[in-house]
């Protein structure tokens, strides 16, 4: 497997793993669009996207980073620098 298909694997459990806690078809969901302007997803849901992620890929991700993480694209930056640092 190379490492762009660990990527777009990887993406596709956090695009699933976002969705299900959104309560979206992964389809309503773009790269861009915001979870909470666009979702109405409120910072518990952030919560709990952050904690899905640190336990289904087994990193840490610093609080701080809720910040940072509106979207998809930007999720997927933050695990993928988790991941990279726990290496």
């Known amino acids: ?7 777009a694997e990887r ?8 969705a ?3 309560e979206l078809e992964p389809d309503e969901m773009t790269r861009t ?6 979702h109405e997803a409120d910072s ?3 919560i709990e ?3 899905s992620l640190e336990k ?5 991700i610093a609080q701080q980073e809720l910040a940072r993480m509106v979207n998809l694209e930007s999720v997927y930056e933050v ?5 990279a640092a726990r290496q």
């Open 33 to 38: 669009s915001r979870f909470k302007e666009d």
């Open 44 to 46: 518990l849901l952030a």
């Open 11 to 18: 993406e596709n459990q956090i695009k699933e793993l976002v």
């Open 49 to 51: 996207i952050l904690a």
């Open 20 to 22: 299900d806690i959104l």
């Open 56 to 60: 289904t890929f087994k990193i840490t």
């Open 79 to 83: 695990v993928a620098e988790a991941a």
């Open 1 to 7: 497997m190379t490492s762009t298909d660990i990527a």
